[in-house]
Structures are given as structure tokens and as C-alpha cells.
């Protein structure tokens, strides 16, 4: 299992919500192919959202989430 903080905006439901990022959730469903799961929530507290990735093995593992968190970043529209 692997957890990752994504930074984003102050908009999470945006993000959350934007066709890219759907598309990347099913994506890594896809490429886990039924043997791990995928879960993004966006934090209560902070301008993050949390990443969390279960796979049979740590290279999948990693990579889906890095797939995943890229997506999320490349919703941000006020990157520094």
C-alpha cells in the first residue's frame, strides 16, 4: 500500500470532478487489472488530495500512484 499527498487547490471538488482526473481513476482501475484498489479524497484540513494505492507489488504500487497524483497536479491553474 502506498499513500501520496497531492497538493492542490483550494477548488478539491474541481479537481476531483475534472474529466482528467476520472479518467486517470479508471485508468489505474484499469491497470491494476481487479487485483489492488485506488482511493483519492480530498483532505477536510489541508489543500491536498490523499492518494492511496493497494497492488500485488510495489512498482505497480508506485507508479499508479505517481499516474494518479500527476493527474491531480496537472488540474492546479495557480501553480508556483
Not at 44 to 52: K, L, W
Amino acid at each position: 500500500q502506498l499513500s501520496l499527498l497531492a497538493r492542490s487547490s483550494n477548488d478539491k471538488e474541481g479537481i476531483m470532478n475534472s474529466e482528467e482526473v476520472k479518467s486517470a481513476l479508471e485508468e489505474a482501475e484499469k491497470r491494476l487489472m481487479g487485483k489492488g484498489r485506488v482511493l483519492l479524497r480530498p483532505s477536510g484540513t489541508e489543500p491536498v488530495i490523499r492518494v492511496m494505492v493497494e497492488a500485488e507489488n510495489e512498482k505497480l504500487c508506485s507508479e499508479t500512484a505517481d499516474f494518479l497524483a500527476d493527474a491531480v497536479r496537472g488540474q492546479l491553474t495557480d501553480v508556483k
